[in-house]
């Protein structure tokens, strides 16, 4: 997909700079245990009349040109919000460049699309609904069609005390996906003194995971099992897809990615930016090779020869990652 830049730039009225942002928290969503706690912008602040507006419209397929396509057709909740693509498909069947991400957890994100280069929420909603690949319309072309509706009206003047604009669709929605919050695990529960909550070979495979050996925890640390940020882990001597060096202009940052968060990683399946590896096994397998040649390459990612049992105790505790009632929440559904 071809990021536009420009129209983002000239949009920026409608994002919220993070030194507005304020804390809040809030019954509309249970913050996990050992997690920060989320931060809405100033102008934004979150209420059951925003979060209710950017749910219905989350899932409304009238954001898109074709009528056809919402946010929910790449980012579907059983799924952690992604949608078992390699490439998502957006109107007119037109097929997009990159593998949908998980929603998981977006409150917390520093910047968003792959490369890093929209700062807040609010920006990233303007990038599906532009491109070309994906719902190919014009937001204020949207703001239109969603004033023809009264009972949109009413939701946004309930929410916003305005009718349904740029300024309300772009915050309602990104007030929904900032309480779509994962952190209930097994993995979880057993952190938080439940240690009946793992097998002994899901065990195995979380020490395998936090060992200097392996070194995942290096990239996929923290609470939300990523650093945020851009790497290249050697899955292509050359890419169609220059990666960061799309937003950068630095060559040094030829072919990286922001580095995706693990959790819910058992079902989110095909992996990498583009897709191409289909299952947790060959992820493993990749990594355990050592990943191909590349320049900007982390060095870090070096073969690891591990053993078919290590392995298979590597991708039991990734499974463990699985947050079954964030994946089945009625409230997101």
Not at 80 to 99: K, Q
Not at 102 to 120: I, M
Not at 203 to 228: K, V
Not at 269 to 282: F, K, N, T, V, W
Request: charged residues 20%.
């Amino acid at each position: 997909m071809k990021f536009l830049y420009i129209l983002l730039t000239s949009l920026l009225f409608f994002a919220c700079a993070k030194d507005d942002m304020v804390v809040v928290a809030d019954p509309i969503f249970n913050i996990p245990i050992g997690f920060p706690t989320p931060a809405f912008p100033e102008d934004n602040q979150l209420t059951i009349e925003r979060w209710a507006l950017g749910k219905r419209l989350f899932f409304d397929p009238a954001l898109s040109a074709s009528g056809k396509v919402s946010c929910s057709s790449c980012h579907l909740p059983q799924l952690a919000f992604t949608d078992g693509l390699s490439l998502s498909e957006g109107v007119e069947g037109r097929i997009g460049s990159r593998n949908a991400p998980s929603l998981a957890n977006v409150a917390y994100h520093p910047y968003f699309t792959r490369e890093g280069g929209v700062p807040t929420l609010e920006m990233q909603i303007l990038v599906p609904i532009q491109e070309h690949d994906e719902f190919d319309f014009n937001i204020l072309l949207i703001a239109d069609r969603l004033q023809e509706d009264s009972t949109y009206v009413a939701e946004s003047f309930a929410a916003y005390d305005r009718p349904p604009d740029a300024f309300v669709i772009t915050r309602a929605i990104s007030t929904f996906e900032r309480t779509l919050l994962s952190g209930g695990s097994r993995y979880d529960q057993y952190r938080n003194g439940n240690s009946k909550r793992l097998t002994e070979k899901e065990l195995s495979g979380m020490t395998l995971f936090f060992s200097e050996r392996l070194a995942c925890a290096s990239c996929h640390g923290g609470f939300d099992f990523t650093n945020y940020a851009f790497e290249n882990n050697g899955l292509y001597e050359s890419y169609t897809d220059s990666g960061r060096f799309r937003f950068t202009g630095d060559t040094n940052d030829i072919a990286l990615f922001k580095v995706p968060s693990l959790r819910n990683v058992g079902v989110t399946a095909p992996y990498m930016h583009d897709g191409s590896i289909a299952s947790l096994e060959e992820v493993i397998t990749h990594y355990s090779n050592g990943g191909k040649n590349h320049v900007n390459k982390n060095p870090i990612i070096k073969p690891l020869n591990l053993l078919p049992s290590e392995k298979d105790d590597l991708i039991a505790f990734l499974k463990s990652l699985t947050d079954d009632d964030f994946i089945t929440n009625p409230k997101f559904q």
